[in-house]
């Protein structure tokens, strides 16, 4: 490997965790996770997406913006009807790392179980394992 495919790697990596970031900061705020609950279901209009808040359509609009800056969402229009639909593979991404985090702590614990039953008694206070 040179060092310009060392340097593309850590690159990728960069913008990789910056786009995470990106979908985990949309993904913070509860009308947008109800939002992408609603359109995992399928395709949805904004009209459709604003039905269930109790906000402007200006305001609903915002929030499909940010939706849609972290690649979450994509919309069309056509007519005078604005349709979003979700991206599955930027969910994916956030689902990935989630899955990854889950494994390394289910692999400390698991360590941490292992020792809790070779050492079952606990050191007395003030001494030293």
């Not at 402007?56 to 994509?74: F, I, K």
């Amino acid at each position: 490997m040179t060092v310009y495919d060392r340097m593309l790697i850590v690159k990728y990596m960069l913008n990789h965790g910056e786009a995470l970031d990106r979908v985990f900061q949309a993904l913070a705020d509860a009308t947008r996770r109800e939002m992408v609950e609603r359109l995992v279901r399928g395709p949805a209009s904004v009209g459709e997406l604003a039905r269930p808040f109790a906000m402007s359509l200006p305001a609903v609009m915002q929030h499909l913006q940010v939706l849609e800056a972290c690649g979450l969402v994509r919309s069309e229009k056509v007519g005078r009807v604005r349709t979003c639909h979700i991206e599955p593979g930027t969910l994916r991404m956030a689902e990935d790392w989630i899955g990854r985090q889950r494994t390394a702590w289910e692999h400390h614990l698991d360590r941490l179980g292992d020792y809790l039953t070779e050492h079952p008694n606990p050191p007395e206070q003030g001494s030293t394992p």
